[in-house]
């Protein structure tokens, strides 16, 4: 009998905590809006953002973070194998 291990999580990049400040954050942009007793204006962006915002929180993944992340690893590397390849004369 095979036993499998269900990575479930590996795809997660937000903590509980930047999860929750999301949901906040889109609580109180789309609030804002709604308190707006006039024409919104530029306002408008405001809930189309929190529906990025609570997508993340909901997945708890953020492919902008995860890019910006997978970047920085990349230009780590290309650093350590430039230092690793560098001879001192």
């Known amino acids: 009998m095979t036993t499998q291990t269900n990575n479930t999580y590996q795809f997660e ?3 509980n905590t930047s999860r929750i400040t ?5 609580a109180a942009f789309i609030g804002s809006v709604m308190m707006v007793s006039g ?3 530029g306002l408008a962006i405001l809930p189309l953002l929190s529906i990025y915002l609570l997508v993340t929180a909901m997945l708890s993944w953020d492919p902008i973070s995860a890019l910006f992340s997978h970047k920085q690893k ?3 590397s290309l650093h350590d194998t430039v230092d690793h390849h560098h001879h001192t004369v």
């Open 39 to 41: 024409p919104i204006g």
């Open 13 to 15: 990049n937000l903590s």
């Open 74 to 76: 990349e230009a780590g």
């Open 22 to 26: 999301r949901v906040a954050i889109a």
